[in-house]
């Protein structure tokens, strides 16, 4: 893969070398000092950076820092000059082979979906959007594409992710504590992670269902209709394959995954899900329970802040007698409603959609949220 023309800024290439094995031993106005591996008598090696990039000599520190550590690894320095570059960036390649103009113009539409619907989902986890919402808008603004041309053409769609947010511990007894929230760039790339797994799994399994029921975390129809337009414009099968930035740990339901080559069979389900997830009708419903748990990322009274930002987990009871627990974003005020009834253990109702994602049952498009008793 050749990766775009960067300059290698230090702070990247201090962040990579302490994923890679060194360790910083120092930290000053002037440079980087760092020690790692041994030499033939067991001494720790050592790195100088100067943190001054314009510095005359910067490029031969960048240079022999990157050779040791190619020597070290056994990795090309090719190789490791793009892991420095990506290290806060996620990278989607998609390789097509559509070198005319006509054909790369068509190209641009179906990546703008293909990235828009699946932030998306990040507001309202619908199975068709007739409109970008604002997650989605600040993400087209966010993310970044290169073509480049080496035998077939390649669109390089590069996310730059930002810091882990944690989240206040949530009390979940039959799963594990989310403990910390992936940013938003993440989420709309691990989102088209999964929906390109979901229709590899489709296709193996002659059967479009992993599709249709994974569009909680993978494909909505929208972002199924993209990747058929984008193979529709290509006359040879269409690649992807991702590179996750090493900042920001991978969910470990898309760490295995690497690249899928989109052909005839993957056509065929794509449209079958995507014909389905059109039709498929919101099954609202309205829950009954008593709240468990709270979680505000940030301050629950605030304005300024997104609905997801703030979210209860509701036990509910059927009428069998047995119990779920689901996952339930909600707005300032009923947020506040939904702190009281904890206090003072009393049940609360409120409609929505229930959907069985891979992290746990979450209700979708709250609304109506009332205390009852």
Not at 23 to 38: C, H, P, R
Not at 56 to 68: A, C, H, K, T, W
Not at 232 to 240: A, C, D, E, I, L
Not at 338 to 349: G, L, M, Q, R, V
């Amino acid at each position: 893969m050749t990766a775009p023309k960067y300059e290698l800024p230090v702070d990247n290439i201090a962040s990579y070398l302490q994923t890679a094995g060194w360790t910083l031993v120092s930290d000053n106005k002037i440079l980087y000092a760092f020690e790692g591996f041994q030499d033939e008598d067991g001494a720790p090696l050592e790195l100088i950076l100067p943190k001054n990039e314009s510095a005359p000599d910067y490029s031969n520190y960048v240079r022999n820092s990157i050779g040791l550590h190619s020597v070290l690894t056994e990795k090309a320095p090719e190789t490791i000059a793009s892991e420095i570059l990506l290290f806060d960036r996620d990278l989607l390649v998609i390789k097509v082979d559509s070198r005319s103009v006509d054909n790369a113009a068509m190209q641009m539409p179906p990546i703008k979906r293909l990235i828009g619907h699946s932030a998306n989902m990040e507001r309202s986890l619908k199975p068709y959007f007739n409109q970008y919402y604002l997650e989605a808008r600040k993400m087209l603004k966010h993310f970044e594409i290169h073509q480049t041309c080496n035998g077939n053409v390649s669109y390089h769609v590069e996310s730059q992710v930002g810091e882990i947010e944690p989240y206040q511990t949530l009390l979940f007894d039959d799963k594990e504590d989310p403990g910390q929230r992936m940013p938003l760039q993440r989420r709309v790339m691990e989102r088209i992670a999964t929906g390109l797994i979901d229709l590899q799994n489709a296709t193996t399994n002659r059967n479009p269902q992993a599709l249709i029921s994974g569009y909680a975390d993978g494909f909505n129809a929208n972002m199924c209709n993209a990747i058929l337009e984008i193979s529709k414009h290509s006359p040879r099968p269409v690649q992807y394959s991702v590179d996750w930035s090493r900042k920001v740990p991978v969910s470990p339901g898309v760490t295995e995954f690497k690249s899928i080559l989109i052909e005839r069979p993957h056509i065929e389900f794509l449209k079958k899900a995507c014909d389905k997830l059109k039709e498929r009708k919101p099954d609202y419903q309205r829950i009954e329970g008593r709240v468990i748990g709270l979680s505000s990322s940030v301050d629950p009274q605030s304005d300024d802040v997104d609905n997801n930002e703030r979210s209860i987990v509701v036990l509910r009871t059927d009428r069998n007698g047995s119990g779920r627990k689901l996952w339930i974003n909600l707005g300032k005020e009923d947020y506040i409603a939904a702190h009281k009834a904890h206090i003072d253990w009393k049940t609360i109702s409120v409609g929505g959609l229930a959907i069985k994602r891979r992290s746990g049952w979450q209700l979708a498009d709250p609304h109506e949220f009332r205390i009852l008793r």
